[in-house]
């Protein structure tokens, strides 16, 4: 229902949110950020963010710099370089630190979304469920933003395995984590846009497809395209142009609420944006169709870019 819609991959933010700094990374020259939230501290990679002192800790364990291992997954994260990422991580399966066992969670997602082995994906997405719980059950009492909002993402791509119901049950609960997630951190734009893509899924949802979720469910999960587009919007403003998906997303409810003009130019930002990950790929084949039906020849759009 949503796995072939919301975005997964690359480019996040994570971890609770108190103190924010940041350098420039010389790889990519975008930046960087360390936060402190409850006494230790988080990198995350590619912030949305600006301003503030830094305050930084060096998380521990068993005499292993922690910090400087999930600074290191998340650049490889950034870049895409999955299998890179679970070297990196592998060691830390048996740890109860929640910020390197929703990053192990993430990662096997990841792993999941490549594969086109059915029964591996299956336990990949399974096995990612599993670190993301144990991040849940061990985050502090301020909260762990990465565990919620991936655990969300998870839930959603495990409940399609598991067939439509189980499927619309699970998107009450990946609302609730998603929710929780902007709480902790409300300036993330991906979260936005997953949650803008959860309300969007249900404003869309066919007729006969809404009175069998009825007939099961009672009263199922129901949203309108206004909303979804409150949450594609406050996703861009956030970080224009952040994600390929984002863009498409503007573009396609847009173009339910009748405003043509406007969703093209999205489509277009959809089809030029770079091509990184497989959301990405994704994004730009269906943005193009959608200009192509519109009449716009894509070596057109490669001249004008």
């Given at each position: 229902m949503f796995s072939r819609r919301f975005a997964a991959a690359g480019w996040r933010i994570f971890g609770s949110t108190v103190r924010r700094g940041f350098r420039q990374t010389a790889q990519n020259g975008k930046k960087v950020a360390y936060v402190t939230g409850g006494g230790a501290t988080t990198t995350f990679a590619l912030s949305?963010?600006?301003?503030?002192?830094?305050?930084k800790k060096d998380i521990k364990t068993g005499g292993t710099n922690?910090?400087?291992?999930?600074?290191?997954?998340?650049v490889l994260y950034n870049n895409y370089m999955i299998d890179n990422v679970w070297g990196v991580l592998r060691r830390f399966e048996r740890t109860n630190e929640p910020?390197?066992?929703?990053?192990?969670?993430r990662v096997l997602a990841e792993k999941a979304k490549l594969t086109k082995d059915k029964n591996e994906k299956k336990t990949l997405?399974?096995?990612?469920?599993?670190y993301a719980q144990k991040a849940l059950s061990n985050e502090p009492v301020s909260g762990c933003f990465g565990a919620h909002k991936w655990y969300a993402i998870i839930i959603n791509y495990v409940g399609e395995l598991e067939g439509t119901s189980a499927h619309i049950k699970r998107s009450y609960e990946m609302k609730q984590?998603?929710?929780r997630a902007l709480e902790i951190d409300p300036l993330d734009a991906t979260t936005w846009h997953i949650l803008g893509v959860w309300h969007y899924t249900f404003a869309d949802m066919p007729t006969y497809q809404r009175?069998?979720?009825?007939?099961?469910?009672?009263?199922?999960p129901s949203s309108?395209?206004?909303?979804?587009?409150?949450?594609?919007?406050?996703a861009e403003t956030l970080q224009p142009g952040f994600y390929k998906a984002n863009a498409y997303s503007l573009g396609e409810v847009l173009e339910k609420l009748g405003r043509k003009a406007e969703a093209l130019e999205f489509y277009k930002k959809a089809f030029t944006g770079p091509i990184i990950s497989v959301d990405d790929r994704e994004s730009?084949?269906?943005a193009l169709a959608k200009l192509k039906k519109s009449g716009i020849d894509e070596k057109t759009l490669i001249a004008g870019n």
């Open positions: 949305f963010f600006g301003g503030g002192a830094s305050d922690i910090e400087a291992v999930i600074r290191e997954a998340d910020e390197l066992l929703w990053r192990l969670a997405f399974l096995e990612a469920l599993e984590h998603l929710e009175y069998a979720a009825k007939a099961i469910f009672g009263t199922p309108t395209y206004e909303e979804a587009l409150r949450h594609f919007e406050r730009h084949e269906k």
